[in-house]
């Protein structure tokens, strides 16, 4: 591993067994706004659009976002209810993404989320502390680094968002 993403893991892991399940919820909650803030902040006409070649458009972030919740929040709450980690699916979940505004992936992503805290707010804090839920990148985390993760990816992709917006708004339409 990497130094940058031994740096997170550290992180992920330290913070992940001191923090409450209630403050990670508050702290998911927390970059979920960001993250909402900086999907509104590209221009509506415009979120499907990509700002260069190669880039993700707002649309195709939003998807992505929403597909490794699939994952990462489903495997959470199997663990939470003794079960096993959910299997990953393919690609990056931009792949055949459908079109929808900033809003509505806000909705669905509250949606899922809403599922993902209730359970993790009536969990018992030492619940599977054997189980891991593999990362790719920073390998394999136990359900509340997993939860601590999801606040980075929003975080990530909040930064991903705003450069979109200022990329699009010093543009023109394609």
Known sequence: MDEEPARIRGYLVAQGAKLTPAALVEKVQQAMADLKAAAAAVPATRFGERPAPGEWSGNEVMAHVLAADLYFAGSIVSV???????????????????????????????????????????????????????????????????????????????????????????SRPA
Do not use: C, N, Y
Request: net charge negative; no cysteine.
């Open 80 to 170: 939470l209810d003794g079960g096993p980690p959910i299997p990953r699916s393919g690609g990056r979940g931009i792949e055949d993404a459908p079109a929808r505004s900033a809003e509505a992936w806000g909705r669905l992503l509250a949606e899922q989320r809403g599922a993902l805290f209730a359970k993790v707010l009536a969990a018992d804090p030492a619940a599977s502390p054997d189980v891991r839920i593999e990362h790719p990148m920073f390998g394999p985390l136990t359900w509340r680094e997993t939860l601590l993760f999801t606040r980075l990816h929003d975080l990530d992709h909040a930064g991903q968002l705003q450069k979109i917006a200022t990329a699009l708004a010093a």
